[in-house]
């Protein structure tokens, strides 16, 4: 088993959103009723995911975020970690927070809690030191922030 490097933590920084994240759940959730027809035994087509992209770039756009080609990216394009308001830790890859946290979101049906850029990547990430798959299911919240931070300020 490879060795796993602590990320700098000194780094870590949590993200204010442009998004409030209530928003974001209450308009994702909407997606999914709406997108369902095109999955196809549960499962998401392309189609299902090209239509997603459509609505999360008209999405972002709404709120003069810049949005990037799906393939290409944007320059600051990076992973994002994050933990929703159901306990689960997550990551995705954006070219905005606003646009990870609409990731996050509908993927999971839950709120951002707090949500971090993490750019160490590879093997000093956040999540791989955790030991924890990038879509994880984790059933209780794990605090993640030293004690001194105050995420209620920020969500």
């Known amino acids: 088993m490879k060795k796993r490097t602590a990320p ?3 780094t870590l920084v949590l993200i204010e959103l442009r998004i409030p994240t209530a928003e974001i759940l209450e308009r994702t959730l909407g997606w999914r009723r709406e997108l369902a027809p095109l999955l196809s035994e549960g499962r998401a087509t392309d189609r299902y995911c090209r239509e997603l992209n459509v609505r999360e770039k ?3 756009g709404e709120y003069g975020i810049e949005t990037y080609s799906y393939q290409h990216g944007g320059p600051a394009r990076g992973w994002f970690t994050g933990q929703l308001n159901n306990g ?6 954006g070219d905005t927070p606003e646009e990870a946290a609409i990731s996050m979101t509908f993927w999971r049906e839950s709120a ?3 949500m971090i ?3 160490s990547g590879g093997d ?6 955790l030991g924890l798959d990038p879509h994880p299911v984790v059933d209780h919240p794990i605090d993640l922030l030293p004690a001194s931070v105050d995420v209620g300020g920020l969500w």
Not at 88 to 93: A, E, P, Q, Y
Not at 124 to 129: D, E, R
Request: no cysteine; proline share 0%.
């Open 58 to 60: 008209a999405y972002l």
């Open 124 to 129: 000093s990430s956040l999540i791989n030191f």
């Open 88 to 93: 689960k830790i997550t990551g995705v890859w």
């Open 117 to 119: 850029r993490d750019n």
């Open 112 to 114: 951002v809690r707090w």
């Open 8 to 10: 700098d933590v000194e």
